[in-house]
């Protein structure tokens, strides 16, 4: 193995005399990750504390707990550093045995998880064994990527351009099939067997935010803006109609426009003082103006309700054929209509169809308006905003148009939000809804609609499917956003199309590394 | 040039006049009261040393500073007058028709080449797209304008002979080549004033010479001014009319190639004082 | 009159608190230029340790009180910074050098984890932490009978603060981690080509960060007595508020912006509404960056054309 070894190092290391011997190395790093575990570990996990009578303090120890991180965790990292030096034969085998270990044979299975999610104690077996497989699963997969490219030694520049443009032109061509194909499968999927009720009613949540991030697609993606405080413009929207609603008795297919400009002018109103500032000013601006507003929702109870929110807002209506099982007087109901035995379902369905409906033209209205003077405007300002006032271009308008379009199109959402929920509340509209949705952008992989489209499938659809983690389900949550962007720090699908080509695509390869 | 056609459309004004012009930044003096006029069908040269204040004086002209005290009058021969100092930055390249390029080149360096030549069409865009919702709904009217701007850029292209590169990403263009993009895109907002900051830095002999040509060529052609800062004496002396030059601020010389050639203060000022 | 010192008193404990957390951010910011929201968070994870080592030391027996808050602070400083430091070294260090979003993006989720990791060990319910020290001078008001109280909670709380920025100071302007820090912070290429280990020194900075911030969840401990998972957020948006209003990146500006926004809110809540107390400091903010987008101690930027 110690050949191996040597042949794998680059010429210079290899002549690198004094160089330490690589398992003094791995040690090191062993034993530092143990003290590290160790401290982490001591007292948060050491030591579950419980109120008593919400009076004093007392609590339970978990010391085994303590212990088995760091006993188990320096392991890896020690296959890991080994994996570094070139050995990685050790990390293949140990990692995958005990990836095996963890996740079946030896214990309970993560398929017996839900047994323990009534439990109020955290970190059971159950779990602590999903967390250690996770971890053999890593070192494996690391053992087994170094041995794929080992020998190739480090890679070059040009070849590490080249593998970019690979990525972005597999990302192109991808989205390009993948889109339509979504798409249609969208349109199709209540109709076939899998399309019961309840995955099209968490279709309508994962929907929503796909609404939700091709609109803040446009901020962030295109204009560049940094906007934390999106979500204040979807409450906004899911305000106005509850008032429209429950005030002036308005349907909601009369609100939604003026739930959308409503928005729009709130984008405006907001967007005016703050948009000359510059990048993280400008998001923690929007962060501070997310969260007056839902301050605000919360303290004016005669307007807003406080806390309890606006509950019995209108129902969706097919065109104004209510979905009910008995309407008023001189009313046809939805399933009268088309002479249909009356469900409960018809409406999730319906409502999952507008919110398509309504995600596709948002993504439509993106896709022209990129290749309008408006959106390489957008582009332009994100790229370098002093050329772009050299060139004559108006800063702030420009971003302004950018801010009330995406706020426009959160007022949309939001209405329908409110739509389909009956009832709004200042809980549904916190930070972390805001956080979530540019995550989804950025993970996407800023600019792609297709990405972005993908990562809300992603981060809204598995914790919904996953509801068996409970507990866990934030935690994953946080977790993912976190491996996704060290995994692709440039999100899923990156890769950008020019808005006007002069040549024919099929003409010329798309890698920028044969240009000079 | 003959008189005749000078006296048919040149104004009795000056292309930019320079009044006075000074730049502070709190106790630092970057321009001291430095005047001067750069005229219309010429290559006005700026030269100095550097930290004279060159690239200050092109902040001042195109926006990006509010000049300390000073006029600068742009009077293009179809408007009236204009007080550069009194205007909002971008306003100097939409209404003024001032356009610029910079010292470190600034292109849109994610969009394609082609891309980064529409965007200086922004202005005359806007107004055909009826501020983008008539161009939503896709009218003819506006794709004519689309078309118009598209043959505008690669007229440009052709020019600089980057057309087969339309469409790769304009940061993906050798060096010399983003030089040159920079002033087609300059161009592309049909400036009536060029400000050209060291568009010969980087730029190998070749290069050089190609670039003299260029901007000879958008000169007598196109009837423009032109403000040239650049170190190149190759590209001084081969193309500017007239020149300015500076040192600490403030305007040591003035006047045509062979004048500041011969120039005592300027030859001070670049090679030093000569100690006795 | 009284009543108004009275609320300054309790604005600038408020506030010490809130510069010790801003200068986590203001440094982080300076340093790598990115917005580290799971900084809040480390506040609330030190919080925490500040209540578990304060429980285990009364369990211990050992009730002196200025040996309890020793080991208090010691250990709750020590631990929080390894989790600073672990942080770093996961979510933020392999995204170095990659775009400005994904660091932001990955700082989020850290945060949402730390929350909820918090959250499963020790439970959702607020822990209520028994006061530790009580009582206080009574400055009484000559007529208006009203007492101003400055507790020694208080006092403790600004002195350490005091001494700790004092420390702090010293560390920056004279040893030589405080010079590799702001050579990384002027130009983190030409520090690395001449020698700086710029690795260690971010590693440093989240350290250093992470131990102010656990001072300052120590003292929140000891001053609301009460701590939950999700106190990081609020607490870590004001600070956050509070390095951009002093000038994001300036120390001394994070601690004047820290103390500008505890004043705020506890003058604010005094006379005005309580509830609108965050509104008032985000209003100060955006007022702010609008007449001065550099903020109170930033440099003015010169913009580069």
Same mark, same amino acid.
């Given at each position: 193995m110690a050949d191996t070894t040597m042949e794998k190092r680059l010429p210079g290391e290899a002549v690198a %005399?004094?160089?330490? %011997?690589p398992l003094l190395v791995a040690v090191k790093e062993t034993i530092f990750t143990a003290v590290l575990v160790f401290l982490l570990g001591v007292l948060m996990v050491g030591f579950q504390t419980q109120a008593i009578q919400g009076q004093y303090l007392s609590f339970v120890t978990r010391f085994d707990d303590v212990l088995w991180a760091v006993a188990i965790v320096p392991i890896g990292r020690f296959l890991l550093a080994l994996d570094r030096q070139g050995q990685s034969w050790p990390a293949l085998i140990v990692g995958g045995l005990a990836f095996l270990y963890f996740f079946g044979a030896g214990s309970t299975g993560v398929m017996e998880l839900d047994v323990y999610k009534t439990l109020p104690l955290p970190f059971e077996e159950a779990m602590v064994n999903v967390i250690f497989g996770l971890g053999a699963l890593l070192v494996f997969g690391t053992a087994i990527k170094s041995l794929r490219t080992a020998g190739q030694g480090r890679r070059t520049l040009p070849a590490r351009e080249a593998a970019e443009a690979r990525r972005a032109n597999f990302a192109r061509r991808l989205s390009v099939v993948l889109g339509p194909v979504l798409v249609a499968a969208a349109v199709v999927l209540p109709w076939t067997p899998w399309g019961d009720r309840q995955l099209v009613d968490s279709l309508v949540l994962v929907l929503t935010y796909v609404m939700l991030g091709w609109g803040l697609n446009i901020v962030v993606g295109l204009a560049g803006l940094l906007d934390l405080g999106y979500v204040a413009f979807y409450a906004v929207g899911a305000y106005t109609y509850a008032k429209l609603s429950t005030e002036l008795g308005l349907t909601f297919w009369e609100s939604l426009p003026i739930a959308g400009i409503f928005s729009a002018a709130f984008g405006v109103a907001l967007g005016f003082p703050v948009l000359r500032l510059r990048g993280d000013y400008l998001a923690i601006v929007t962060l501070g103006f997310g969260e007056m507003i839902r301050i605000v929702l919360i303290n004016w109870q005669a307007f807003t309700g406080g806390p309890n929110g606006i509950g019995s807002i209108g129902k969706i209506t097919f065109f104004g054929f209510p979905f009910e099982r008995k309407a008023a007087e001189g009313v046809t109901t939805f399933h009268e209509l088309f002479g249909l035995q009356f469900s409960g379902s018809h409406r999730v369905y319906f409502l999952y169809y507008v919110i398509l409906v309504l995600a596709l033209i948002t993504n439509f209205a993106t896709i022209r308006l990129r290749k309008l003077p408006i959106g390489r405007a957008w582009e332009a300002l994100r790229e370098d905003e002093t050329a772009c006032r050299a060139l004559g271009i108006n800063p702030t308008n420009t971003k302004l148009t950018a801010f009330a379009i995406g706020a426009m199109f959160a007022g949309f959402a939001g209405s329908f939000f409110a739509t389909r929920q009956g009832f709004v509340s200042p809980e549904s509209f916190t930070f972390i809804e805001s956080a979530v949705i540019l995550s989804i952008v950025v993970l996407g992989g800023m600019g792609s609609q297709v990405g972005v489209a993908l990562a809300a499938i992603l981060l809204i659809g598995l914790p919904e499917a996953l509801r068996e983690l409970a507990l866990y389900r934030m935690l994953a949550f946080g977790a993912s956003m976190v491996l996704i962007m060290l995994w692709r720090p440039k999100g899923l699908l990156s890769y950008r199309e020019p808005t006007i080509l002069l040549h024919a695509r099929n003409k010329k390869p798309m890698v920028s590394g044969t240009v000079k | 040039m003959n008189a005749a056609l000078q006296q048919m459309t040149e104004p009795a004004m000056p292309l930019l006049t320079v009044e006075h012009l000074t730049m502070r930044f709190g106790g630092l003096v970057a321009i001291d009261d430095a005047s001067f006029v750069a005229q219309h069908r010429e290559i006005t040269g700026v030269i100095g040393p550097n930290g004279a204040g060159k690239t200050t004086l092109f902040n001042c002209i195109t926006g990006f500073y509010k000049p300390t005290v000073g006029r600068l009058t742009l009077a293009a021969a179809d408007r009236p007058p204009m007080l550069l100092e009194q205007m909002e930055g971008f306003k100097i390249g939409q209404q003024a028709s001032v356009a610029r390029t910079f010292q470190n080149v600034r292109l849109f360096t994610g969009m394609s080449v082609l891309e980064n030549l529409m965007v200086a069409q922004h202005n005359k865009l806007m107004r055909a797209s009826g501020y983008t919702f008539l161009g939503l709904l896709g009218l003819p009217s506006f794709n004519r304008a689309e078309r118009v701007a598209r043959d505008l850029a690669v007229h440009w292209l052709d020019r600089i002979g980057l057309t087969h590169l339309a469409d790769e990403p304009a940061g993906s263009l050798p060096y010399g080549d983003q030089r040159r993009l920079e002033i087609a895109r300059a161009m592309c907002t049909e400036p009536v004033l060029l400000c050209l900051d060291e568009p010969a830095a980087g730029l190998n002999p070749r290069e050089s010479a190609e670039l003299n040509t260029l901007l000879r060529s958008i000169r007598d052609e196109l009837g423009i001014g032109i403000l040239l800062i650049e170190h190149d004496m190759s590209v001084v002396m081969g193309t500017c009319d007239h020149i300015v030059v500076l040192d600490y601020g403030r305007k040591i010389a003035d006047g045509s190639p062979s004048e500041i050639r011969s120039d005592p203060a300027v030859i001070r000022a670049y090679l030093g004082e000569e100690e006795e | 009159m009284e009543y108004l010192l009275q609320q300054l008193i309790n604005g600038l404990t408020l506030g010490a608190i809130y510069g010790l957390i801003a200068i986590g951010y203001t440094m982080v910011y300076g340093i790598i230029?990115?917005?580290?929201?799971a900084h809040g968070d480390i506040y609330m994870v030190g919080a925490f340790q500040a209540m578990i080592a304060l429980m285990i030391v009364g369990t211990l027996g050992i009730s002196w009180v200025p040996l309890q808050l020793a080991i208090m602070l010691i250990v709750a400083l020590v631990l929080t910074a390894a989790y600073g430091w672990t942080v770093e070294r996961i979510a933020y260090r392999p995204l170095r050098g990659s775009t400005r979003l994904a660091p932001l993006i990955s700082a989020i989720g850290m945060s949402i984890v730390l929350q909820n990791y918090v959250q499963l060990l020790q439970g959702p319910r607020p822990k209520p932490v028994a006061p530790v020290i009580r009582g206080g001078f009574a400055l009484t008001g000559s007529d208006s009978g009203f007492v101003v109280q400055l507790g020694y909670l208080q006092i403790m709380i600004i002195l350490l603060t005091v001494a700790l920025m004092t420390v702090f100071a010293y560390i920056i302007a004279k040893t030589s981690l405080g010079r590799a820090q702001r050579a990384c912070e002027q130009d983190r290429k030409m520090a690395s080509l001449l020698g700086v280990n710029v690795d260690l020194t971010i590693s440093q900075t989240f350290i250093i960060g992470a131990a102010l911030a656990a001072v300052a969840g120590m003292m929140v401990t000891l001053y609301y007595g009460v701590n939950d998972f999700f106190m990081g957020f609020v607490a870590g948006i004001k600070a956050f508020t509070a390095a951009v209003l002093g000038g994001i990146g300036s120390l001394p500006g994070a601690m004047l912006g820290g103390i500008l926004i505890g004043l705020i809110e506890a003058i604010w809540s005094a006379y005005f509404s309580a509830e609108y107390k965050d509104v008032a400091a985000f209003g100060v903010l955006v007022l702010v960056l609008i007449f001065r987008p550099t903020g109170l101690l930033g440099r003015p930027e010169v913009e580069k054309v």
């Open positions: %005399s004094k160089a330490p %011997s | - | 230029g990115m917005i580290n929201f």
